[in-house]
């Protein structure tokens, strides 16, 4: 079966353009089928947008980016910092670095993998994410595990989900490995939550960004 978290979308390919507004600014955004979301920005996307906090020197990964919604919105307001998108589908892959050309976002990189792996030795101050809930519990119980590892003591970790697709569950399996996960808004059935990477006595990490 196709799934938009396929390497290679089955689907034939239908590009088509999208317009719509985020915090403040209008969008215009390359889409296909194939890839999560293509007709249009999802309500869980449109949370995580409105209620994730980016400082403008923050260096972000969006993890399973898509097109690039949440990742390059993010890339406009760390304007002095930096961003990774990451996906394992190359068609949402290529859809997000045409998207971020077209945007004039030069800011980021986009890079095409499972989960942290191209971005393994890397550190964060912020990751975010709409993640694949259908590709099942372990597969997201490994991502929460990956998105600390990647963490600087002290990020961010912003995640959203359907409130009947396991919200809370998906909240507590990250107050698993984070801490308390707190729920920083609520619309149209989904929850957008924040949860913090405790402080590493051992210091922390040397970044490649």
Not at 26 to 31: E, H, K, N, P, Q
Not at 68 to 74: E, F, N, W
Not at 81 to 90: K, P, T
Not at 140 to 169: K, M, N
Request: glycine share 10%.
């Amino acid at each position: 079966m196709d799934h938009y978290f396929s390497r290679q979308p089955a689907a034939p390919s239908r590009p088509r353009q999208i317009q719509t507004r985020l915090r403040g600014k209008v969008w215009t955004f390359l889409t296909d089928r194939g890839v999560f979301a293509h007709a249009g920005i999802d309500p869980g996307t449109r949370l995580l947008v409105e209620s994730m906090r980016i400082e403008p020197s923050d260096h972000v990964l969006d993890l399973g980016c898509g097109y690039g919604p949440i990742g390059l919105v993010a890339a406009y307001l760390a304007g002095e910092g930096h961003v990774a998108l990451v996906d394992v589908n190359e068609r949402a892959v290529n859809l997000a670095a045409q998207n971020a050309r077209r945007l004039g976002l030069h800011n980021v990189e986009v890079l095409q993998g499972d989960g942290t792996q191209p971005v393994a030795d890397w550190s964060f101050d912020v990751v975010v994410t709409n993640p694949p809930i259908r590709a099942g519990k372990a597969t997201l119980r490994r991502l929460i595990r990956e998105v600390h590892t990647v963490l600087r003591p002290g990020g961010r970790f912003y995640f959203v989900a359907r409130t009947a697709q396991g919200a809370r569950t998906l909240a507590k399996d990250v107050e698993a490995v984070f801490g308390p996960a707190r729920e920083v808004a609520q619309a149209d059935g989904y929850r957008a939550y924040e949860a913090i990477r405790k402080e590493d006595p051992a210091g922390v990490r040397a970044s490649r960004v």
